[in-house]
């Protein structure tokens, strides 16, 4: 049962990466960059309870962090390439 | 008991993988920015909820459980703000939503309003 959520977190993986690679604008790509990054702490978490070891948790937790602070950090870096904005 | 609680575990992941999909289909179909964050909406609540659900039903009451809670605390904080932070930027960045104008079917409809 752990194998199929797993494979349709790939499938979803897969549909995600289309549009973050053909995204018209730069926030569609972080949009799907921040999914699949969610669904890969899905993954990460089913993949340690189908192989019998739940402490594989532990990397989920630090990935759910990393991809959260990834997004605001990718979000402040457009935020200061506008030059015209004055409440930097 | 045990087969109550598998059974109770494969419907959350029946749930949550059917919401994954939906999800998924939603950012890949629909047609701007604003209405893909809803879909990205869909994937870090409905979805990840399900599916951590289950896992927590399978590992019973023990410190992976903890764990398991502590990322779905840690997602229903940061999801929204980052979805925020999405459309706020879009929207800072003049990208217009593509929302359709709704017109009469015929030409009388109008005037009952004035």
């Given at each position: ?47 340690g ?20 602070l ?19 | ?50 599916i ?19 990322i ?43």
């Amino acid at each position: 049962m752990f194998a199929l959520v797993l494979l349709v977190c790939a499938i979803c993986i897969v549909m995600l990466t289309v549009r973050a690679a053909k995204g018209p604008t730069a926030f569609d790509r972080i949009l799907a960059v921040n999914c699949i990054g969610t669904v890969i702490i899905l993954g990460i978490s089913l993949h340690g309870f189908a192989l019998g070891r739940p402490e594989f948790v532990d990397i989920s937790i630090l990935y759910a962090v990393l991809n959260f602070l990834g997004t605001l950090a990718i979000l402040r870096f457009y935020r200061n390439s506008d030059v015209s904005d004055e409440d930097l | 008991m045990n087969l109550i609680i598998d059974i109770a575990s494969y419907i959350c992941f029946f749930i949550g993988a059917f919401a994954l999909i939906t999800g998924s289909l939603g950012i890949l179909r629909l047609p701007d920015v604003y209405s893909r964050i809803h879909a990205a909406g869909i994937i870090d609540t409905a979805a990840v909820g399900f599916i951590i659900l289950g896992m927590m039903l399978q590992s019973g009451f023990s410190l992976t459980s903890a764990k398991l809670a502590l990322i779905v605390l840690f997602l229903f904080f940061t999801s929204p703000i980052s979805g925020h932070a999405v459309a706020m930027m879009a929207n800072k960045f003049g990208i217009k939503p593509e929302a359709k104008e709704i017109k009469p079917k015929n030409k009388n409809a109008g005037d009952l309003n004035g």
